[in-house]
């Protein structure tokens, strides 16, 4: 089981990126996913989930209206379209196995960093 990661970078507040996790080792369609973040200092923090056939999703309340969870099950990939950006979206993000914590399995990839300033 392995994530990859990518789509992080450095933007300006109310600015827009779209994160992308590809994972290998499993079916994606089967699984429920997660997109976590860790900012500088803190503990990882749970941002979005999205079920395994996509109809059901889950947002922390800090997200909920600018960030999108959604999966690509024939790409074996889920992404995290985040928008209207602020300076406490600064963090690493990271995708996992899971629905808001439940059913987790495999390892942590490497994330993605994602700082937003002006």
């Known amino acids: 089981v392995q994530f990859v990661e990518s789509g992080g970078g450095l933007v300006q507040p109310g600015g827009s990126l779209r994160l992308s996790c590809v994972a290998s080792?499993?079916?994606?369609?089967?699984?429920?996913m997660t997109w976590y973040r860790q900012a500088p200092g803190k503990g990882r923090e749970l941002v979005a989930s999205?079920?395994?056939?996509?109809?059901?999703?889950f947002y922390v309340d800090s997200v909920k209206g600018r960030f999108t969870i959604s999966k690509d099950n024939s790409k074996n990939a889920v992404f995290l379209q985040m928008n209207s950006l602020k300076p406490e979206d600064t963090a690493v993000y990271y995708c996992?196995?899971?629905?808001?914590?439940?059913?987790?399995?495999?390892?942590w990839g490497q994330g993605t960093q994602v700082i937003v300033a002006s």
């Open positions: 999205i079920s395994s056939g996509g109809s059901d999703t």
């Open positions: 080792g499993f079916f994606l369609s089967r699984v429920a």
């Open positions: 996992h196995t899971g629905y808001r914590g439940k059913d987790e399995f495999g390892s």
